[in-house]
């Protein structure tokens, strides 16, 4: 193959570029794909985001055919170029890396120039013919890359976060399952590391669904905050080069046709800039973040053992713990989780600094923005979905283990504290510690109580849950 067949020439402000003869990006593309080469991550690893682009160009151009600003034929070939990126279709044509300068107008130009060339073949002409079709003038009429680009991050956010709540739902209902078949296993609760009072396990593994099920309310509430966009605000908010009624028609048809409710900023100006939406966001993937790496702790702490630790649920073993220690198997999935846990938190750091450095009418840092918040989605999405399959759902119990530690604990002293008083019980744990001997003997050796009261008082059922009692 020739040469001039292997490539065609384009230019730009900077002046022409060779770009391969079968790709639908042109130059300005074909110059972040020169200049960018920091994370290794592309815009097509994460469809949703290209998806979410397509979107807001089918929304902006057919509200340029509405506004008779992009006419005939031309507005056709670009919703019909849309709507096959929409089906999965081009995202290879989408290669530049995630971290990138210009405030995301690579990501812009990247949509802009696939979408007029596949247009362009749709009409008949060649890729590269833009007199045709231009990614400019047709594509990228009426809109500028600070409005594209920040509603673009805005919808792949919401279509990512549904996937997050999918998995964090089916975590919630895969806690939940274990703790009613856990429900009459009974063990001690702790609390500083120390014995506390009895609960039963499965009393914990539902206490950490009805935790996880407040993220899913609060990922809903922060996930609102992104439905407001800037559409036609063009710039920097003032709708130059957008004809009048742009905003409030371009947030219709981007309603109509993904189903999100999608409003028009008040002000654009203010809105242009502007990334409280992306602070709240990532401080609900954080705080999520969090809640699971302490229940991924919890779970290591109750499997820890076999021998020696607490041993009072066995955890599915996925590989042998160690090259020089044979029979060790470790917890490998929810030391995982705490490690893509650790990186949200840092995520949410990246995203308040970055948040914190715009300036005047732009954040110029919304591309580490939307790295940071893609990247904590979809390995949160990533490590619930593997914490289900490889650790919740095989978890056992080792019933028989965990009710001879409640039966020889001192913290069920605290049961008989309405009965015998602070101090009685205070002097019982002591004597228990100190002559290793139990709870139960030493109250009825003292007299403290007449053993049918001590049964009654100690019975798991008057321990799990607040009841009535006769003081002596």
Known sequence: MSEEKKFRIESDLLGELKIPADAYYGVQTQRALNNYHISRKKMRDYPDYVIAIAYVKLA?????????????????????????????????????DMMQGGAGTSVNMNANEVIANRALEILGHQKGEYQYCDPHDQVNCGQSTNDVYPTTIRYALIRMNKNLIGSLTKLIGAFKAKGKEFSDVLKMGRTQLQDAVPMTVGQEFNAYGDNLEEEVLNLDRNVKLLHEINMGGTAIGTGLNAVPGFAKLCAENLTALTGETFISSPDLVEATPDTGAYVSMSGSLKRLAIKLSKICNDLRLMASGPRCGLNEINLPPMAPGSSIMPGKVNPV???????????????????????????????????VIAESLFESLWWLHNAIDTLIEKCINGITVNKDHCYNMVKNSIGIVTALNPYIGYDNSTAVAKEALQTNRSVYDIVLEKGLMKQEELDAALDPKNMLKSHRFNKN
């Open 60 to 96: 902006a151009v057919k509200t340029n055919i509405s506004l008779g600003v992009v006419k005939g034929k031309v507005g056709a070939a670009i919703e019909a170029a849309c709507r096959e990126i929409i089906d999965g279709k081009l995202h290879d044509q989408f290669p530049i």
């Open 333 to 367: 999935i929810p030391e995982v989780t705490n490690q893509t846990c650790f990186k949200v938190i840092g995520n949410d750091t990246t995203v308040n600094f970055a948040a914190e450095a715009g300036q005047l009418e732009l954040n110029v840092m919304e591309p």
